[in-house]
């Protein structure tokens, strides 16, 4: 006997895992996200209890995204949503867009590597708590969707594309009552019966539904009621059987029948559709107002407003003008069938192509540039008259425009100028590969989010214009190159955080000090400005010039702590200072606040290094800073970096140094500037940074030459 949610004869191994783990949690819904193959996008591949139209806004989710199923993928740790409220506090984007009592957990998908993410649902009338043993169930699931997936990847010579639209499991039935004998049943019930599947299709009718929705059962049967039945084309009326279907909550709403019959629907979801009774309604009297006709045109479907809403939520939290074209290009197109893209700005007169999609270099090679008043293309006139132009087929360009069809090679078009107060900011120009018509609704839509696409691409060229600003002046600050010290090997890293604008007060440096002696810096300025920047500057001109006359570490901090004293910048800085005598043999280290370097051995053990600190620079004139000696002995490995390479909300510090100097131990520590990548790539690949990262790491005891 086959259960209800097993999986079905004759699927794949992985839909046959992924199907198990829906059934055994007992979830309403389950999706299987995996990765692209640039590791950008997360692609849903199969999906289980829901149409695959319900998840069209989420067939691509950026892994950069706000949302459950990216975060279990981008942490590799299980996501846990319990409540309407929670999912909208911790992610108002996906609440937008889902807008129904529900839980839901997202979880990594990972093995040798992370393939994606599952994403499972529950009806709100589970408990708002995840016990441990389930946890750990759909975490051991997801382990066995990845060994599937290296499975199959080891069996193929090329990986195979991901298909345009994600596989949905049908469901699989259990034992059933002759036809016939239900069939009776429901007759035999007082109001009328019927049923729909999960894609909202008919497929049953008693005589009685028959009559009250004034259809023959055979004209109903295999079609969707607000299709068929132009008094139910309303999206409040969809949005019921959405409800139903995603949350497996019974739902009621009543409706008025031309002229003036109202009745009550009542619809009862499970896992393998809807059971529906509809009745005459007695709660309404004749002098009921009469019935205003919804629009019948399909584009009205609640699916696309809940895609349009997530959409331009969406589009409020792009940050950079590339951000907008990855969004336009992974959202709007699929949402309005398009299969090609042009996103253009307008830059001193002229069209400049930012971003596209569908189109050969050559294509774009010829439109690039183009002056704003061209009569070439139809984008110029719609930039410059603000007014949208829609072509349903290359006739109707060719007439105005003869040689754009032969130039784009497409069928139909929408040029969407992109305008805030009257400025104009760009063009967005959708195209198809068929003619194709647009509908009036469509067209208000479009020209609708052309305004959020403007919006959004505006700020996105004002956040990449301080972005290089920024990126210019902290690239001016730190070193360019740093010298060559016979017995050391050296490689460093900057990485600057993801928000803001990106100027940080974090810097590195290293001092050729003689034949026999060197001087290695690093610090970290509080806050991410300009005035951090210019601290930033000052601190490691004061570090240099007391360095480079032979001062041991102690007192070049001791000296550069009472220089900033004496500016008064209002910011703290934390330095830490070391000295490499080869001579000797030692290693000096003084520190203001900062976390201790860690130190791998030649015999590759490794530990945190052991130096007490003093206070901040800038607090204390008279301030002292404690020297501490290690020896410096051959192959001694030292790694110095900013504490936004460790910290992570909610863990301690000393935890994450002690996982930093595990990983050290791990790594290959042959090639110095692929260890400083190794580290980067474990402890500051979070794609939400708040601060910046700067890394030094050393070797010591080797000939450059």
């Known amino acids: 006997m086959t259960s209800a949610g097993e999986p079905v004869a004759g699927a794949g191994a992985l839909d046959a895992v992924f199907a198990e783990t829906v059934h055994r949690t007992g979830a309403s819904l389950g999706a299987l996200y995996l990765l692209t193959p640039d590791e950008r996008m997360l692609r849903l591949e199969v999906l289980a209890g829901v149409p695959a139209e319900f998840a069209a806004p989420w067939t691509t989710v950026s892994l950069t995204a706000p949302a459950p199923v990216a975060e279990a993928a981008r942490s590799e740790q299980l996501v846990w949503v319990g409540s309407k409220g929670e999912l909208a506090q911790r992610y108002p984007r996906t609440a937008a867009a889902l807008p129904y009592p529900l839980a839901m957990a997202a979880a990594p998908v990972t093995g040798a590597r992370t393939w994606g993410a599952l994403l499972l649902m529950w009806p709100a009338t589970r408990p708002s708590r995840m016990g441990e043993r389930e946890c750990h169930h759909i975490l051991s699931s997801c382990r066995r969707l990845a060994r599937v997936l290296e499975e199959e990847a080891a069996g193929q010579a090329q990986g195979t594309a991901s298909p345009a639209r994600p596989r949905v499991l049908p469901y699989a039935a259990g034992p059933t009552v002759p036809a016939s004998a239900a069939a009776d049943f429901a007759e035999r019930l007082p109001g009328g019966s019927c049923a729909l599947d999960l894609e909202g299709r008919f497929t049953f009718v008693s ?122 290009a992974d959202q709007v197109m699929p949402a309005f069938g398009a299969q090609g893209l042009v996103l253009s700005m307008a830059e001193a007169g002229r069209l400049d192509i930012t971003g596209h999609r569908g189109y050969p270099r050559h294509v774009i090679e010829r439109l690039d540039g183009l002056p704003v008043d061209t009569d070439f293309t139809p984008a110029g006139r719609a930039l410059t008259t603000g007014v949208p132009s829609f072509f349903t087929h290359p006739d109707e360009m060719r007439r105005i425009y003869p040689e754009a069809p032969l130039i784009s090679g497409k069928q139909a078009w929408a040029f969407l100028p992109l305008i805030i107060s009257r400025r104009p900011v760009g063009c967005c120009i959708l195209s198809y590969e068929h003619p194709r018509d647009f509908p009036a609704e469509e067209r208000a839509v479009l020209t609708s989010l052309a305004g959020l696409i403007a919006q959004a691409l505006d700020r996105a060229r004002l956040y990449d214009t301080k972005h290089a600003l920024a990126h210019g002046l902290q690239q001016a600050l730190l070193p360019r190159a740093l010298p060559a010290v016979d017995g050391l090997r050296v490689a460093a890293r900057y990485l600057p955080a993801t928000r803001g604008m990106d100027i940080g007060g974090d810097f590195y440096d290293l001092l050729r000090l003689g034949d026999r002696n060197a001087a290695a810096v690093i610090g970290d300025v509080q806050g991410h400005n300009a005035a951090a920047a210019a601290l930033m500057g000052q601190v490691r001109t004061g570090v240099h010039a007391h360095a480079t006359h032979g001062e041991a570490p102690d007192q070049v901090l001791a000296a550069t702590n009472r220089l900033l004293t004496d500016l008064e910048p209002d910011l703290f800085t934390s330095c830490l200072c070391v000295g490499l005598d080869f001579a000797e043999g030692r290693l000096l280290m ?99 940074r708040l601060d910046d990262v700067a890394l030094l790491t050393l070797r010591c005891g080797e000939p450059t030459g």
Do not use: N
Request: aromatic share 6%.
């Open 207 to 328: 005589s009685a539904a028959g009559r009250l929705l004034g259809r023959d059962a055979g004209q109903l049967l295999g079609t969707q009621p607000w299709l068929t039945l132009p008094w139910l084309d309303d999206p409040r009326y969809e949005d019921r059987y959405r409800a139903a279907v995603i949350t497996r909550q019974p739902v009621s709403f009543t409706v008025c029948r031309p002229p003036d019959r109202w009745l009550d629907f009542f619809l009862y979801p499970d896992a393998s559709g809807i059971s529906v009774r509809i009745v005459p309604s007695d709660s309404y009297a004749s002098s009921a107002p009469p019935l205003r006709a919804p629009p019948a045109d399909p584009h009205a479907r609640v699916g696309r407003l809940y895609q349009l809403t997530h959409i331009a939520a969406a589009l409020t939290e792009v940050v950079g003008v590339q951000d907008v074209v990855d969004l336009v």
């Open 590 to 688: 003084a520190s203001a606040g900062h976390p201790p370097p860690v130190l791998r051995l030649s015999d590759g053990t490794t530990r945190v290094a052991d130096v007490r600190p003093g206070p901040l620079l800038g607090i204390d004139p008279d301030a002292e800073f404690p020297l501490t000696s290690v020896p410096l002995t051959e192959g001694l490995t030292v790694v110095l970096y900013t504490d936004g390479l460790i910290e992570t909300p909610g863990e301690d510090l000393e935890d994450s140094m002690a996982a930093l100097a595990r990983r050290l131990g791990q790594a290959d520590a042959s090639d110095l500037d692929r260890l400083a990548d190794d580290l980067l790539g474990v402890f500051a690949r979070d794609c939400k």
